[in-house]
């Protein structure tokens, strides 16, 4: 009965290499969301996707590139990954257009870049 | 621009006592403003939110907070602290400015120590 589901909890791999994070919620909402929490546990939004249109972009690399399928998935693919990059990922969803949404966040992705 | 503030990293209570875990904002407009928990390794749960309404909110696992618009203040509190109480606490608030489509910003985080 898993609500936001990442893949894989931990991530290590090498500068320069490439790597994608899955995310996938299966509580209906229309909004998904990726946050970067750094080594201080400090949250910033990265994306926002509303029904596969991509809504919030935040001042982040173009080397990090999200994909939404459907309204159920926000996959994050990250090119030539850089040390900077180490840091928790966490999906997260929600109804989009209700304020009083909150967000269902997954466990998170630990990426150590070495 | 819109911001939270926590203005404590660490609170330290001793288990019995009450608690109370500081969080001011700043917002332009109404302030749409939430209580996540993060425990080891996981990510954030929802504890309570305040959206319009009693300035008391009740949330999980006991957790209540009060919204002081004077203040611009919405404080975490819980009468009776229990050592499973121990975790990362975030305040957040709405960012209203993207045609009104979610996005939290949120405070710095607060660790809260119980002890035995």
């Known amino acids: 009965d898993t609500a936001v589901s990442q893949t894989p909890k931990y991530l290590v791999t090498q500068m320069g290499n490439d790597k994608s994070i899955k995310c996938e919620q299966n509580?209906?909402?229309?909004?998904m969301y990726w946050y970067k929490q750094d080594s201080k546990k400090f949250l910033k939004i990265m994306f926002s996707?509303?029904?596969?249109?991509?809504?919030i972009n935040e001042t982040v690399p173009n080397r990090f590139s999200p994909k939404s399928p459907d309204k159920a998935h926000l996959n994050l693919h990250i090119n030539s990954l850089e040390l900077g990059d180490s840091a928790v990922y966490f999906c997260?969803?929600?109804?989009?257009?209700?304020?009083?949404?909150?967000?269902?966040f997954g466990n998170g992705t630990r990426l150590t870049v070495t | 621009a819109q911001s939270v503030a926590q203005p404590e990293d660490q609170v330290n209570v001793a288990e019995g006592n009450p608690l109370t875990v500081k969080c001011t904002y700043s917002?332009?407009?109404?302030?749409?403003l939430f209580w996540y928990v993060q425990y080891p390794n996981r990510g954030l749960q929802f504890l309570l939110k305040?959206?319009?309404?009693?300035?008391l909110v009740k949330g999980s696992y006991g957790f209540e907070a009060e919204f002081n618009k004077s203040q611009t203040s919405f404080h975490l509190k819980k009468p009776s602290a229990l050592v499973s109480d121990s975790a990362l606490y975030f305040c957040?608030?709405?960012?209203?400015?993207?045609?009104?489509?979610?996005?939290?910003?949120f405070g710095a985080g607060t660790r809260l120590a119980v002890h035995p």
């Open positions: 997260a969803s929600s109804h989009g257009g209700r304020i009083n949404s909150p967000l269902h």
């Open positions: 305040y959206i319009t309404g009693d300035n």
């Open positions: 509580l209906g909402h229309d909004t």
């Open positions: 996707y509303n029904n596969k249109e991509l809504i």
């Open positions: 917002v332009s407009g109404n302030p749409y």
């Open positions: 957040a608030v709405r960012d209203m400015r993207n045609g009104g489509y979610n996005k939290l910003i």
